[in-house]
């Protein structure tokens, strides 16, 4: 079976001048394309190749990679826009149609757009459309524990924070209030930590691990600006929240975790008005001379 906008392995049938045909089954032969033959390749030999349509809409074969694949989500650029809509640069020699109704909104030509890949049920074309919650699916109950790490596309800023797509597949939010400082662009790709998984299906997630591991890596983080910043800083438990969030990125809460956390492992000290640094221990290890 043929899998249309993917990557398929096919054996190679024969030789003419404009390439190599391999074995589609069902289908016939697929040309791979004379440009993309070497020396090495032999009639029985198997190669995989991504299986898409030429400009004559006959199935070929191309050893070039493209950007994205049937399925998938990519932020692509539109390289040139006509009367029946906009046509997507994906790394291939043929662009990638997206039609004016399945843009929102319209697409203009250098820009870059979120879009998913799938297979038109009527033409039978591999085209982009923009109108992406039409392809997401909510969340199984179970799928995603808390604290997992998953990989993200970020769509777009909302008040609430940053809508996303979790694992190509499913809705996400990345909360405001807990990646305030982060400055996330739509169709960035980046690591995420599952909060939870609403009743709806949405994820919920944050930019930084929950629990004990999120106090104990903002911990870290705090030592390391204390030695940054010659040992003092104007902070403590007592400071105000919109300073602390400004400064370090989380809540009074996590801050007054991480500060307690330090303070009792005698690695700083609480003023009045900062936290200070104190000094390393020096560890000696006394040996026994040898009579």
Avoid at 37 to 42: G, K, R
Avoid at 146 to 155: A, M
Avoid at 218 to 240: C, I, Q, V, Y
């Amino acid at each position: 079976m043929i899998h249309l906008g993917d990557y398929n392995t096919l054996r190679i049938n024969r030789f003419t001048a404009h390439g190599a045909y391999l074995d589609a089954g069902d289908l016939g032969e697929i040309l791979l394309p004379e440009k993309y033959l070497t020396p090495e390749l032999h009639e029985g030999d198997e190669v995989n190749v991504f299986v898409y349509l030429d400009q004559s809409e006959r199935l070929v074969g191309t050893f070039e990679t493209p950007l994205a694949r049937v399925g998938d989500f990519a932020f692509l650029r539109v390289a040139w826009v006509n009367e029946y809509g906009a046509f997507l640069h994906w790394g291939l020699v043929k662009d990638l149609f997206c039609p004016f109704r399945e843009q929102m909104p319209p697409m203009q030509e250098g820009k870059f757009y979120l879009v998913h890949i799938h297979i038109d049920e009527e033409s039978r074309r591999i085209v982009a459309s923009a109108k992406l919650d039409r392809y997401l699916e909510p969340a199984p109950e179970g799928a995603y524990f808390p604290g997992k790490e998953v990989e993200v596309i970020v769509r777009q800023r909302t008040p609430l924070g940053h809508k996303v797509i979790v694992e190509n597949r499913h809705p996400g939010l990345l909360f405001a209030d807990d990646n305030a400082e982060e400055d996330l662009r739509p169709g960035e790709v980046v690591s995420a930590t599952v909060v939870k998984v609403r009743p709806d299906g949405k994820v919920d997630l944050s930019l930084r691990p929950i629990g004990m591991k999120r106090f104990r890596d903002f911990a870290h983080e705090l030592l390391n600006a204390l030695r940054e910043a010659g040992g003092s800083l104007p902070f403590t438990d007592a400071s105000d929240p919109d300073a602390i969030r400004r400064r370090f990125g989380v809540s009074k809460k996590t801050f007054k975790r991480a500060v307690g956390t330090l303070y009792r492992e005698r690695k700083i000290a609480i003023e009045a008005d900062s936290l200070r640094l104190l000094p390393e221990k020096r560890v000696f290890t006394r040996f026994r001379r040898k009579k």
